[in-house]
């Protein structure tokens, strides 16, 4: 039953709305929070919300929950299409959460494998290429521990940009960002909170999102084109009408709305705008190839790839789980052109690369496979963000709210763990957190 309070509340918001005009989308009931995105960080936001007694409506552009969590169950085993990895394990909230609800739970210890053409490579053969690899992190701390907002590659001495290893070692890095090191501050990589191991749930890291978020009613099919924003509330305008509330959380990533895809009204602030170009996301992709029978010399899961100086690195996670399924996940430049060059080139480049390394008649028991394609992906534009050399502090910007209606959620909003679904969903526990501080303080 709605109280006096509520019902008030939901004066103040028709009377938005009503200043605006145009069709209404129908609401059971006044609503305090409209919530725009049902990817990690807004659906987090809304289950903490509707937790604490607020009336919550979530718009989702697509007709599935999760944006870019998302398992695909299409090849016979779960293969997620964008998170796979538990980040940070130590700090991950979302740890306790898969024990607490029996989901499997494995470190990430995977042999990992590099071939010379058809040779795999010893391990003191592979040294060199570790050794850089640790050099490279430590000058990295050394540049942001000297606080230089510079290219992450700017941070390397000539001896580890002229080391014969420094071309995979670059292409490591770029999988971390979704670009290559030119392009991303240095200073803002080194906030990222990497302790514990990387973990991974068979079931998907997005089945376990779908299950924490599985009371949260979300209205699909449902893209936000415009936020109206006044001090006495926000109206967002979709395809199927306009909704009021007292405050909007916005969990959309950077590039809907550096596109333009969603468009705020009056524009927003000149630093707010600005700190979203200065965090776009760049792009990971991931290839899933299912085989008749196990291809591959071992029955255990490894990860492969092919020692190769041109950066246009795939790695390969063979026998998901034990199974004929195998991952290759390319990123940065190349994952661009592998998605420009489409599906099956996609699928025939990673044959070819497998049948370099293993031989025989790969290509023989192939069944069949699937490729992501993060960057025209119109509710995603690019898989994770990263910050521009020069432009750290942006994500600090975002954490803040707007005009005391605004509050912006998602991974590119969280220092500490950016990039990721466990940042993600911290976004939404501040959201839901200054969304009811909002509430409290606003009068309508
Ligand atoms: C290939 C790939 C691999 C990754 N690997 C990992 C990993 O191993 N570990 C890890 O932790 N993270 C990983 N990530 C990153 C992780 O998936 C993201 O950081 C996280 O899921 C982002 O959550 P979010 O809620 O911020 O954004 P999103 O999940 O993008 O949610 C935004 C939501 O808004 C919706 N939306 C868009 N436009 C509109 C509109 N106009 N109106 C209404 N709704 C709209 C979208 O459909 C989406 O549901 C990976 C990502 C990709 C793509």
Known sequence: MLNRRKLLQGIGAAAVLGGFGGRLLAQAAPT?????????AGLTAAKELLAAGINVLVLEARDRIGGRAFTDTSLGVPWDRGCSWLHASDVNPLVAYARQNDFEVFADKFPRQIYDGPRRMGGAETAGYRAVQERMGREMKEAARRGLDIPAEAAFTQATL??????????????????????????????????????????????????????????LRTPVSRIRWTARGVTVDTNAGASSARVVVVALPTTVITDGAVIFSPHLPVEVLQAHHDLPLGLMNKVALRFKRNVFPSERTEFWQLRRKDGRRIEYLTRLWGSNVCIGLSAGRFAYELEAAGEAATIEHALT????????????????????????????????????????????????PVGGRIVFAGEHTEQTAYGTLHGAHMSGLRAAREARRLLAGSST
């Open 353 to 400: 690369e497998l049948t370099t390394m293993l031989g025989g008649d790969l290509r023989r028991q192939f069944d069949r496979g699937a490729t992501t394609a993060w960057s025209s992906d119109p509710f995603a534009r690019g898989s994770y963000s990263h910050c521009l050399p020069g432009r750290y502090g942006a994500r600090a910007i975002l954490a803040r």
């Open 32 to 40: 305090d929070v409209i919530v725009i995105g049902a990817g990690g």
């Open 162 to 219: 002229a080391d014969p290893w420094y071309s995979m070692a670059e292409s490591g890095l770029t999988s971390w960002e979704g670009i290559e090191p030119p392009n991303y501050s240095v200073l803002d990589s080194q906030q990222f909170i990497e302790e514990g191991d990387d973990l991974m749930i068979p079931r998907g890291y997005g089945t376990l999102l779908a299950h924490y978020a599985r009371e949260v009613p979300v209205r």
